[in-house]
């Protein structure tokens, strides 16, 4: 009887102890579940980085100063510098050229990287400057493929319509930086590779950085002073 007894008070104290731990995991839960959403990491996230990125960009836009008539040049070379910052022409040079990378000097890709950033700003840059109209980007998630590789897909508000922007970015120096942009499935990447991947059956390294170099003059030429 006396053991029956025992084993009966022992049995409720053990269900006492799980009904306890039980209460301890449900209030530790949320924030189990923020641990695994998204992974410790020190310093900024890509998703941060981008924001930041963009958000200054917007606010060179919109500032009634660089809107005025003669300021489009300076406003240009603001945004620029917010581009250098958050975009990694290096890495994107490099996938764009793929196995034709290898064929070219140190001293060409160099030079290749820095041509090519150059052309894609004031191309790219000066349609900004022309076609923003306040548009809205809404920052959807990110994805941590590795500790120096990420993937942060946004919506760009564009008449109406939200437009899917997925982004590649990796993190350099500790910096995070986008290196690829695909909208509706097309990839900024594969769409200039497959531009060189021809180009270059017919010309060398050296013919392509200069080719580049004059569709640079050709853009200075075609945008009006200011």
Request: zero cysteines.
């Amino acid at each position: 009887m006396k053991a029956s007894i025992v084993h009966h008070s022992t049995r409720i104290r053990s269900l006492i102890l799980m009904r306890n731990s039980s209460r301890r995991i449900l209030l530790f839960a949320p924030l189990l579940v923020l641990m695994m959403a998204q992974p410790p990491a020190f310093g900024e996230q890509p998703i941060e980085a981008l924001q930041k990125g963009v958000d200054e960009g917007v606010r060179i836009l919109q500032d009634s100063k660089l809107k005025a008539a003669g300021q489009k040049d300076v406003q240009q070379r603001k945004l620029w510098l917010v581009v250098q910052g958050l975009f990694d022409f290096q890495e994107f040079s490099r996938l764009v050229l793929a196995s034709n990378w290898k064929n070219f000097t140190p001293a060409e890709r160099k030079e290749f990287v820095r041509v090519f950033a150059e052309f894609l700003g004031k191309f790219y840059l000066g349609k900004l400057q022309e076609r923003y109209k306040e548009e809205i980007v809404i920052y959807v998630r990110q994805e941590l493929k590795t500790p120096k590789r990420a993937l942060v897909n946004v919506r760009v508000v564009w008449q109406g319509r939200e437009i899917p922007v997925d982004l590649q970015m990796l993190k350099r120096e500790g910096l995070w930086k986008v290196y690829d942009i695909q909208v509706l499935g097309i990839s900024a990447v594969r769409n200039y590779r497959a531009q060189f991947k021809w180009i270059l059956r017919k010309e060398t390294p050296a013919q392509v950085i200069d080719r580049l170099k004059q569709r640079i003059e050709q853009i200075d030429q075609q945008q009006p002073e200011g």
